[in-house]
């Protein structure tokens, strides 16, 4: 789905520079996962505030599963602790936790921490905090597909109700619209497979800042270099 020209509806952060964070200070890695859960905080905060309908965090991506076993479990210590911390507050500000991604791969405890999380605030009508846990974005069109050939061979669609439109109704959150502005920290200047078929017409920002040290005042740097650009989604200028 495409979002009007000016508008910020959809906000994506690749939460990216724990590690660098907590090394520049002779801290083990993990060290910069604890901090981030303040610029989660005010990211979200400020979202909330300035009436964003989604923000997409890329958490835990398909491929962070090949780092050392600690690690991962660390992460998925301090993503129970982050909902088990957060949720009441959250749920009071309207916030809708919702997740994309893998889920399954999860284990028990988290999973279970964020599917209580996700049904206590299915009905708020504020932000949608969509948490991307295990997800990758050749994953997620892998899945649609695999889904969406089920339907054909199940005899309810046919080959030639593959669509644009058809794919997208298989993805993880189809009612979600596409991205309006990737934002990614730590100065890498790529999307390491987060939301791939979503981003097509993405506007795209990156900055240097680490996760870590990500403030408010950095997302509204991000916000008006955004409202600066000019969407054209392929079309030629209006007037
Ligand atoms: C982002 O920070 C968090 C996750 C990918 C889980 P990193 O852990 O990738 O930090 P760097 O990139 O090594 O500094
Ligand atoms: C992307 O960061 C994934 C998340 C932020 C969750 P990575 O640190 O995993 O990406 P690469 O390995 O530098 O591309
Ligand atoms: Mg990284």
Redesign the pocket.
Do not use: Q, Y
């Given at each position: 789905m495409r979002s009007d020209n000016s508008l910020l509806t959809h906000v994506g952060i690749i939460?990216?520079?724990?590690?660098?964070?907590a090394?520049s200070r002779g801290l083990p890695?993990i060290d910069?996962?604890k901090a981030?859960e303040e610029s989660i905080h005010e990211a979200v905060e400020y979202c909330g505030e300035i009436g964003i309908r989604y923000l997409t965090l890329f958490?835990?991506?398909t491929e962070?599963w090949k780092r050392p076993r600690a690690e991962v479990s660390f992460?998925m210590f301090l993503l129970s602790r982050f909902i088990k911390r957060n949720v009441d507050n959250l749920d009071r500000k309207d916030v809708r936790i919702r997740a994309t991604g893998r889920l399954d791969d999860l284990p028990s405890k988290p999973r279970a921490d964020l599917d209580a999380a996700i049904s206590r605030t299915e009905s708020n009508q504020g932000l949608n905090l969509i948490l991307a846990l295990s997800y990758g974005g050749r994953a997620e069109i892998v899945d649609a597909v695999k889904s969406l050939t089920e339907e054909i061979q199940s005899g309810r669609k046919s080959v030639m109700d593959i669509s644009e439109e058809a794919i997208n109704s298989h993805m993880y959150l189809p009612d979600v619209p596409d991205p309006d502005l990737i934002i990614r920290t730590?100065g890498?200047i790529r999307l390491s497979n987060f939301l791939l078929w979503e981003s097509a017409y993405s506007e795209l920002y990156f900055t240097d800042v680490?996760?870590p040290d990500f403030r408010r005042r950095h997302m509204q740097e991000a916000f008006v270099d955004y409202k600066s650009r000019r969407r054209r989604f392929g079309d030629i200028d209006g007037n």
């Open positions: 939460m990216d520079g724990n590690g660098r964070w090394k890695r910069g996962h981030a958490a835990f991506s962070n992460i730590s890498e680490l996760w």
